[in-house]
């Protein structure tokens, strides 16, 4: 059964720092991966997406890298900004998903960024 | 672009009423999940539609039902509500068809049931 972890739970950073969060994942055959944000009592917001088949994806001072063998994925966060405090999610497809590619969770990285 | 919308945006039931949550995209999007999202427990596939016309499980169906009325909504209904079933709860859409493999995520309803 696949399970998705994400390390740590909770950080806080002052303003301007680069800063790398955390995600594992036990099964390595996956389709995809994903980052999230999710903003207190809000939705969530698709960051980036790795094919299986990719290393990283960036997206302005965001970068997502990802590592099947060892069963891991990283994300980057350049020169933080306050505006960049909320939790961070990843999330895993099958690769047997089929059709729908229904997505495994991590509990999310808590980000606070203090001015 | 409106993207995915969900109605209510909070609800207050007490044990045993029932109650619809709605969701609608405007994407032309194949797929559609319901989510709820529980404090320790992340996010969890409650039922799932690959495409207009089909539903299926997904880890958490039990005391839900759910109806993919056309291409754009996808409605949840929880028949006799109980405490266990407060959450938030989210509704999403995606697209493999194109290509493209990304969520797109509703707000949220929260719902309390008392």
């Known amino acids: 059964k696949q399970e998705v972890t994400q390390i740590p739970a909770a950080l806080s950073v002052p303003e301007g720092e680069n800063l790398v969060l955390n995600c594992s994942f036990t099964?390595?055959?996956?389709?995809?991966l994903q980052w999230f944000r999710q903003d207190p009592g809000k939705g969530l917001t698709s960051l980036l997406l790795i094919q299986s088949s990719q290393r990283e994806q960036t997206s302005g001072r965001l970068n997502a890298s990802l590592d099947k063998s060892s069963g891991r994925s990283t994300l980057y966060i350049a020169a933080s900004q306050p505006g960049d405090s909320a939790t961070y999610l990843c999330a895993v497809s099958h690769s047997n998903a089929g059709n729908n590619r229904k997505l495994i969770w991590g509990l999310g990285t808590s980000l606070a960024v203090n001015p | 672009n409106a993207g995915v919308t969900q109605t209510p945006k909070f609800q207050v039931l007490k044990t045993g009423q029932s109650m619809t949550l709605q969701c609608a995209q405007d994407m032309n999007h194949n797929s559609m999940y319901w989510y709820r999202q529980d404090p320790g427990m992340g996010l969890r596939l409650i039922y799932y539609s690959a495409s207009e016309g089909t539903t299926d499980k997904g880890e958490v169906p039990n005391g839900y039902n759910v109806s993919r009325l056309n291409k754009r909504e996808f409605s949840l209904r929880l028949e006799s509500a109980a405490p266990s079933q407060t959450s938030v709860y989210f509704c999403?859409?995606?697209?493999?068809?194109?290509?493209?493999?990304?969520?797109?995520f509703g707000s949220g309803t929260r719902l309390t049931v008392v």
């Open positions: 999403a859409s995606s697209d493999v068809s194109q290509g493209f493999y990304g969520y797109t």
């Open positions: 099964d390595s055959a996956i389709y995809n």
